[in-house]
């Protein structure tokens, strides 16, 4: 982990007197037999270097399926949006967006897949206005038609 260490410092362009280990876990329980974790503070920047490292020689699914259960519990228990992540398997730093290309079929319909519209609306007609509206009521219905409770606000959230 050593080698793994002084890898990510450099990367970094840090030494280890600018790092602090944090004694917070997020891996689940019944999987620290197979995993180890690292976070660090970078004291002045107030960022931090997360290390997820299989230790066990684990399957790949298990692996990608643990290293975003963690580090979706350290999202929610770090209040900082400067987190890097690392993800370390037989010495090898992985690339973190190529894990999403290695997640199991059952789990892939759950990674994200963001298309962004941009829009100018300066010379626009009201006729087309109407259709973007038209276009976002009906965004908004399919983003809530399977949740009944949300479902029942749908109308309050439109006249917002």
């Known amino acids: 982990m050593e080698n793994i260490l002084n890898k990510i410092l450099e990367e970094n362009k840090l030494d280890r007197h600018q790092v602090e280990k944090k004694d917070l876990y997020f891996i689940d329980e019944s999987m620290k037999d197979y995993f180890?974790?690292?976070l660090l503070e970078i004291k002045?920047?107030?960022?931090?270097?997360?290390?997820f490292r299989n230790t066990s020689k684990r399957d790949l699914n298990t692996m990608v399926?643990?290293?975003f259960r963690a580090t979706t519990?350290?999202?929610?228990?770090?209040?900082?949006?400067?987190?890097?992540?690392?993800l370390v398997e037989d010495k090898e730093i992985l690339e973190f967006s190529s894990l999403f290309n290695k997640l199991p079929i059952?789990?892939?319909k759950y990674s994200p897949d963001f298309d962004y519209i941009l829009s100018d609306f300066e010379n626009s007609e009201d006729k087309e206005l109407?259709?973007?509206?038209?276009?976002?009521?009906?965004?908004?219905?399919i983003k809530y038609i399977f949740k009944d409770d949300d479902l029942k606000n749908l109308?309050?959230?439109?006249l917002k």
Do not use: D, P
């Not at 002045?44 to 290390?51: A, G, P, V």
């Not at 519990?73 to 690392?86: A, G, H, P, R």
């Open 155 to 158: 109308t309050a959230l439109l």
């Open 130 to 141: 109407k259709k973007m509206i038209k276009l976002r009521i009906f965004t908004e219905i």
């Open 44 to 51: 002045e920047l107030n960022k931090y270097i997360y290390i």
């Open 73 to 86: 519990n350290l999202l929610k228990e770090v209040n900082s949006k400067n987190i890097k992540t690392y």
């Open 106 to 108: 059952s789990l892939q």
């Open 65 to 67: 399926f643990e290293f």
């Open 36 to 38: 180890q974790e690292s």
